[in-house]
């Protein structure tokens, strides 16, 4: 109930410009937001910082959008945790854990995770390491290696429980060939 409501708000937010100081969304910022989720290359960090904080709200209500394909809620997702990763991180903590939202979002909130949530993403990832999602698992298996030693530590641990053909259990692997060549595991 509350996802819905917080939906609404955002609907709001767009539709009536969001209060008395605020200015209408820019139709050409909001076509750019909508083109680059829509291109069919990988759009780059870069790409989006340059489009700018503003184009948060589009990104927020996409990345909220139930109707929306998981594929550009996902896009719009980890746009939004570039260009304003404190409205991210909410969105991150809800959809990394909510096992009803689609894998390919569940992963991109999961991928987006170190980033945005800092330190408080092991929180976060750890316990996704036994998702019932091979590839929600496999996503925070990587995630937590790219944090570095305390991560694949984690990654290690987890895979102990694992048969090998677990994702959990070949992230593990990566991160004992790494610790092995003296390398810090990041990805």
């Known amino acids: 109930m509350s996802t819905r409501l917080a939906w609404l708000g955002v609907a709001a937010t767009l539709v009536f410009g969001g209060g008395a100081g605020s ?3 820019d139709t050409e910022l909001r076509s750019r937001v909508e083109g680059l989720l829509g291109s069919y290359r990988t759009v780059t960090a870069a790409e ?3 489009v700018g ?3 948060a709200p589009v990104l927020e209500a996409v990345a909220r959008d139930p109707r929306a394909l998981p594929t ?3 896009r719009a997702l ?3 945790g570039v260009v304003r990763p404190d409205a991210a991180a909410p969105l991150i903590r809800e959809l990394a854990s909510e096992a009803t939202v689609a894998a390919i979002l569940r992963s991109a909130a999961v991928d987006a995770a170190p980033g945005v949530l800092g ?3 092991t929180d976060i990832l750890v316990p996704l390491l036994r998702d019932r999602t091979p590839l929600v698992r496999l996503h925070s298996a990587h995630a937590l290696a790219s944090t570095g030693p305390a991560g694949c530590r984690a990654v290690l641990a987890e895979a102990r429980t694992r048969p090998a053909s677990d994702p959990v259990a070949r992230e593990a692997s990566r991160c004992e060939a790494q610790f092995r060549g003296g390398n810090s595991p990041e990805r």
């Open 23 to 25: 200015a209408p969304l």
């Open 48 to 50: 989006w910082r340059a």
């Open 53 to 55: 904080p503003e184009a």
């Open 72 to 74: 550009r809620r996902a």
């Open 78 to 80: 980890a746009a939004l």
């Open 119 to 121: 330190a408080e993403a």
